[in-house]
């Protein structure tokens, strides 16, 4: 069964840093471009950042360029999202995706396998 599991979340204060990850299983992801992307309450869920398979080309989000930094290990199937400076705007539901033979995309309709999500919140 293929499986993207999320963790990291929580509660922060404005100014603080989170590290997001998420552990793939079922298959092998390394050839994957990986994503994550954001859903905020009462909003739809917009792209954050992505990396791709190599790791050698990356895509951020205007909101969260200079702040956010996306990276993954592929011997151990995970990415990351190291959260730095977060803003009480950056409070949503984090979902990881995988984009099988995909260059990076902020377009989720080509990521084909989702996560739960995990919730962030930064209080001001």
């Known amino acids: 069964q293929v499986q993207l599991v999320e963790s990291g979340g929580g509660l922060v204060q404005a100014g603080g840093s989170l590290r997001l990850s998420c552990a793939a299983s079922?298959?092998?992801?390394?050839?994957?471009?990986m994503g994550w992307f954001r859903q905020a309450p009462g909003k739809e869920r917009t792209f954050v950042a992505a990396?791709?398979?190599?790791?050698?080309?990356?895509g951020y989000a205007d909101s969260v360029k200079g702040r956010f930094t996306i990276s993954r290990d592929n011997a151990k199937n995970t990415v990351y999202l190291q959260m730095n400076s977060l803003k009480p705007e950056d409070t949503a539901v984090y979902y990881c995706?995988?984009?099988?033979?995909?260059?990076?995309?902020?377009?989720?309709?080509?990521?084909?396998?989702w996560g739960q999500g995990t919730q962030v919140t930064v209080s001001s």
């Open positions: 079922g298959r092998t992801f390394s050839r994957d471009t």
């Open positions: 995706a995988a984009a099988p033979g995909a260059v990076v995309s902020a377009r989720g309709g080509l990521y084909d396998y």
């Open positions: 990396i791709s398979w190599s790791g050698g080309t990356t």
